[in-house]
Every structure is written in C-alpha cells, then in structure tokens.
C-alpha cells in the first residue's frame, strides 16, 4: 500500500489543453516535493512545497500543498509534448524519508 | 545532468549471481540514496548512507548490502538474484539529508535483467 495515492494513474491529453494530477494522503508530511521522470532517465525535482496552502509556480506548472498538508495538485496550463511524462510526488515526514507516490503518466499530444 | 554517476547503465545476468552497482554522489553531497524501481511497485527507497554511515533503511532485501567509501561513492552489492530482481536500480544524492527540503539528484539509474 502506497503512503500517497496518486490520481489518476494515466492522462492523455492534446496539446493546448489543461490538465491536474492529485496527490493524496492520510499522513501529514513536513514537505512535499514533485519530480518529473522521462522514460530510461531519473527522476528530475520540480519543486518543494513546505508550508500548508502554499502555491508554487513554475513557468506553466502551478504546485498547491494542501492546508492541513495531507496532499497536493500539480496543475500544468497550455500542456505541450515536452512536458511529457512521468509525474512523481514524494512526501518527506519527522524521519526526512522521501515516500514516493506510484506516478502519474502524462502523454500529451501533439 | 544531475551530476550523479552510475554505472553501469545496463546490466544482464542469471538467477542465483552477484552483481555490484556504483554510484558517485554530487560533488559537495555526502548523503546517498538507493532506490528500486519496477513497473509494479514504483519506486520504492532502499537504504541511505551519510558521510559513511548507513542512517536509514527501506524495503532492503537481506540478500542486497550497500556501503559508502571514505570517497563518498557508493556500491550496492545485489546478490543470490531472482526473476523479480529485474528492475531500474537509482542512486540519489543531497548535502545532508535532513531538512524539510531535503532535495535529491537522482542518476541516470542502472537497468537490471536477471534471465
């Protein structure tokens, strides 16, 4: 059983569009980080969030932590071909252990 | 480039073999990460070392051991193999591992086959 639950497990979408991937818990993180990972590379950090309620942005990608710090969204506006791929959040709790979610796979069509 | 090295990139062996992955940290990193990831499981954390010292442990089998050298790289020895084995074997490294931000770099990760 994962600690976070990603959703949903795949998205296909076109080019131009919106999309949300979520990040679920029922354990309270200090942090919570999203990486980016590209077939036959590692996963590449995005962003950390830290504080309950933050947003983050990044160019298209906005990152929110939920207020009580259970979970969090990634939104990407505009997707493009290159933001193809596999998101990944991870949680950091007291231990500083990084628990990673199963991932989302984001094919976006061009 | 994360500056993390691993080598190497693909590795195929049989059931019941021993094999050594290597991993060289960041520059300026002296903690280490070791991941395993599958298509069924994710990516699932395996141990870390800092500066030498093992600080925690994951979803380790008993037959797979890592260790740190005084250099900062480290290896993770995997051995007895079987099928499932098969699997992206990742090292990450971060300046401390401690932290709210407690970012990793992770390598390029080294693919394992096991016949």
């Known amino acids: 059983t994962q600690l976070l639950e990603q959703s949903p497990q795949f998205l296909s979408i076109q080019e131009g569009e919106n999309l949300t991937v979520y990040c679920n818990s029922s354990?309270?993180?200090?942090?919570l980080q999203w990486y980016r990972q590209e077939p036959g590379e590692g996963p590449v950090l995005l962003v950390t969030v830290v504080t309950g309620g933050e947003v983050k942005k990044l160019k298209r990608l906005t990152f929110q932590f939920g207020d009580a710090r259970k979970d969090s969204s990634l939104h990407i506006t505009a997707a493009q071909p290159g933001d193809t791929g596999l998101y990944l959040c991870?949680?950091?709790?007291?231990?500083?252990?990084?628990?990673f979610g199963a991932g989302t796979t984001v094919t976006v069509r061009a | 480039d994360s500056g993390v090295t691993q080598t190497p990139k693909h590795l195929i062996t049989a059931t019941g073999q021993r094999v050594t992955l290597r991993c060289s940290p960041r520059?300026?990193?002296?903690?280490v990460y070791w991941y395993q990831q599958s298509l069924d499981q994710g990516l699932q954390f395996l141990i870390q070392?800092?500066?030498?010292?093992?600080?925690a442990k994951g979803n380790i089998l008993e037959r797979f051991s890592a260790q740190q050298f005084p250099d900062l790289h480290s290896e993770l020895n995997l051995s007895s193999l079987e099928l499932g084995d098969s699997a992206l074997y990742f090292c990450a490294s971060s300046v401390d591992g401690r932290g709210l931000y407690n970012e990793q770099f992770f390598g390029p990760g080294t693919r394992l086959t096991v016949l």
């Open positions: 991870a949680g950091v709790r007291g231990d500083y252990k990084l628990s």
């Open positions: 070392y800092y500066n030498g010292e093992e600080r």
């Open positions: 520059s300026g990193d002296l903690s």
């Open positions: 354990s309270v993180f200090s942090s």
